[in-house]
C-alpha cells in the first residue's frame, strides 16, 4: 500500500471546460475536463520548474482554451507523453512527446490512427485528427520525464502511468458510473487483473482519459460492475437479453454506446 499524500483541491472554470487543481506542495496536477461530446480529459502537471503534459485534448475549441490555461501558469511545458488520445496535432508547440514503442505504432499505422480518422469523420471540422510525430520511447519501467519520475506499464497500443510523486495512476478509462468497453471473457479477465491490480498498490488518484479524476472507491464499483456484466453476459440468451439485463441492473450508467460495444463482442 503506498503512502497517502495529503493535498488541497480547487476549480477554475472556463468557457468551455474547467480544471481541477490539486496542490500536493512540491507539485501541482491540474485536470482538465473538456466538457466535449466524448468528455475527454487530459492532465499537466506542474513542478517548481516546468510543466508535463498527459494527453490531448481533440476538438479545436478545447486546444484553444487548455493552450490558453497552460500559459497562464507561467512555466515552460517541456514534454507530453502521448497514449491513447494523439489527435490535436502539435498543440504543445516545442515540447518534446513521448510514447511506448507500441502506442507508437498504434498512433502512427495502427488501431489508434483508424480510431482517430474514424473520429475526425464522425465530429467533422472541429476535431483536430492531425497526429503529431512522437520524439521519444518510452521503454517499461522507471522513465524521467521532464525531471518527473514516471513508472510505465505497457498495455500493448497504449500505456499506463504511474506518477510516484502525487501517488497516481493513469490509464486510458475507468469511470464508475460509466458502462466499460469489455471486448470478451479474456478481456475482462485483462480488466479485473488490472483493476486489482490498482486496488493492491492503492494509488490515491486514478486518472483517466474521459472521466474526472477518481479514487479506490470508484476501482472497487469498477470490479463490482466488471464481474457482474460477466455474471449477467453468462444468463443472457442473446445481444438484446444481455443489454437489458445490465441497464436494469446499472440504470443510471452513462456510455450506452460502450455497452452495446461490448454486447457486440460477447455476442457477436
Not at 503512502?3 to 472556463?14: C, H, I, N
Not at 500559459?71 to 512527446?97: E, Q, R
Not at 498498490?201 to 486518472?207: E, F, V
Amino acid at each position: 500500500m503506498k503512502e497517502l499524500k495529503t493535498y488541497t483541491l480547487s476549480d477554475k472554470g472556463l468557457e468551455h471546460g474547467f480544471v481541477q487543481i490539486y496542490d500536493f506542495g512540491t507539485m501541482k496536477l491540474h485536470a482538465y475536463q473538456t466538457a466535449d461530446a466524448m468528455a475527454d480529459e487530459c492532465f499537466v502537471l506542474e513542478t517548481g520548474k516546468n510543466l508535463v503534459a498527459i494527453e490531448s485534448p481533440p476538438f479545436d475549441v478545447n486546444i484553444a482554451e487548455w493552450k490558453q490555461y497552460i500559459g497562464t501558469l507561467g512555466k515552460p511545458l517541456t514534454d507530453v507523453l502521448i497514449s491513447a488520445h494523439p489527435g490535436g496535432g502539435k498543440w504543445y508547440g516545442d515540447a518534446k512527446s513521448h510514447a511506448t514503442s507500441g502506442a507508437i505504432q498504434a498512433i502512427t499505422s495502427g488501431a489508434t490512427k483508424a480510431l482517430t480518422e474514424q473520429l475526425g469523420q464522425a465530429f467533422g471540422p472541429g476535431f483536430n485528427r492531425e497526429i503529431p510525430p512522437i520524439d521519444a520511447t518510452l521503454e517499461p519501467g522507471a522513465n524521467t520525464v521532464g525531471g518527473i519520475r514516471f513508472e510505465i506499464i505497457d498495455a500493448g497500443d497504449s500505456y499506463d502511468i504511474e506518477i510516484e510523486a502525487i501517488n497516481a495512476i493513469y490509464t486510458h478509462m475507468l469511470g464508475a458510473d460509466t458502462h466499460s468497453i469489455l471486448a470478451g471473457q479474456d478481456h475482462m479477465d485483462a480488466v479485473l487483473a488490472s483493476l486489482q491490480n490498482m486496488q493492491a498498490k492503492g494509488y490515491q488518484l486514478i486518472l483517466s482519459s474521459h472521466h474526472r479524476p477518481e479514487v479506490q472507491a470508484d476501482v472497487a464499483a469498477k470490479i463490482a460492475y466488471v464481474k457482474k456484466v460477466r455474471e449477467l453476459a453468462a444468463h443472457s440468451s442473446g445481444r438484446d437479453d444481455f443489454v437489458a439485463k445490465v441497464k436494469e441492473a446499472y440504470p443510471d450508467y452513462a456510455g450506452l454506446n460502450y455497452l452495446d460495444m461490448t454486447a457486440g463482442s460477447l455476442f457477436p
